[in-house]
């Protein structure tokens, strides 16, 4: 027995056994969490999830030929299965809702909704199942723009001129029977109160019915450039020149200008009054020939404005005479 115990061997033994008790007790903390790691993992790809997603529509149909209304711009599509998948397809959505129509004819139909590409290892539900079509004959027509706005909108005594359209005409495509509604294409400019200045918008364009109810087609252009001139009404009269200020003793004066119409601009009221307006000439101090620059701004009380504002004005100096001397001096 004593020979047994001094063996090296026993002793080896011993020393390998009891290191790898040593090294399960040091990893053991380790091991189990590697268990755990693992056994989470497996739960998670087992379990189960369910989303529901919001699809585009997608209609197979001869749509250069038939023009197609009633149906939902998307779908809700409800997934079930395992929960990496559902989370890939959702994040993805490499799939499509589709309306098979191309057997169809003109008229109503209630149609069947199909998916496709979706996994096999997913169950699904397509809300709604169906869907109703109105299928008719597409067709297309060119309409006038009518350019709408609130005249109480602009400022007391300006006018609106002729509205400007980056496109005068629309083309309108749809169902015949919706292109037979169409009352007007109207482009509808917003103003602000007293509006007393040129406005320029990109407008919406809208086919409306008689009754002012929205037609459904479509409109090419979807919308339009307009810019509606707000200006205050105005007319050209002729200029008369009076001479105003001291004249020079002895001196006569002749007062002229390349240009004797100008334009006035105010209320209509005020123009229906004005036929033509006179320029004071202020003559002091000119004793030669020259040219005097006058202001036309303050000519005519109740005008808006004048144009030219300024106006260059021929003022001819000549000695007065012996007769207009003696008219003078009588």
């Known amino acids: 027995m004593n020979k047994f115990w001094e063996s090296p061997w026993v002793y080896r033994v011993l020393s390998l056994v009891l290191a790898l008790g040593i090294f399960v007790y040091v990893n053991q903390e380790r091991l189990n969490n590697t268990f755990q790691g693992s056994r989470k993992q497996d739960t998670a790809l087992l379990a189960t999830k369910t989303q529901t997603l919001s699809v585009p529509l997608q209609l197979n149909a001869d749509t250069d030929k038939y023009f197609i209304t009633g149906y939902p711009a998307k779908v809700k599509v409800k997934l079930e299965g395992s929960a990496a998948l559902v989370t890939a397809v959702a994040n993805t959505q490499n799939f499509r809702v589709v309306a ?3 057997k169809l004819s003109v008229g109503e139909h209630t149609v ?7 996994s096999k290892q997913l169950t699904y539900s397509i809300n709604p199942k169906t869907i109703k079509v109105n299928i008719q004959t597409r067709i297309s027509k060119t309409l006038p723009i009518q350019v709408h706005y609130n005249k109480d909108a602009i400022a007391d005594g300006y006018q609106v001129g002729t509205p400007q359209l980056s496109s005068d005409t629309v083309q309108v495509t749809g169902a015949r029977s919706e292109i037979n509604r169409i009352f007007e294409i109207s482009a509808s400019v917003t103003l602000n109160r007293n509006t007393d200045d040129s406005v320029t918008q990109t407008v919406m364009l809208q086919a409306l019915d008689s009754n002012g109810q929205t037609v459904n087609v479509v409109t090419t252009p979807e919308t ?20 105003s200020g001291t004249a020079v003793s002895g ?12 334009t006035i601009y105010g209320s209509k009221a005020q123009l229906k009054k004005i036929d033509s307006i006179e320029v004071p000439v202020d003559i002091s101090g000119i004793s030669k020939t020259t040219d005097k620059t006058v202001k036309l701004n303050n000519v005519e009380k109740g005008l808006k404005s004048v144009d030219p504002s300024t106006i260059k004005v021929h003022v001819k100096v000549s000695a007065k005479s012996n007769d207009a001397e003696a008219e003078t001096v009588n």
Do not use: H, I, W
């Open 112 to 118: 069947k909704l199909q998916q496709q590409g979706l």
């Open 100 to 102: 098979d129509l191309r």
């Open 251 to 262: 001196k006569a004066y002749a007062l002229s200008a390349d240009n004797n119409e100008v």
């Open 224 to 243: 339009v450039r307009v810019k509606l001139p707000v200006t205050l009404p105005s007319k050209k009269v002729p200029m008369t020149f009076k001479q």
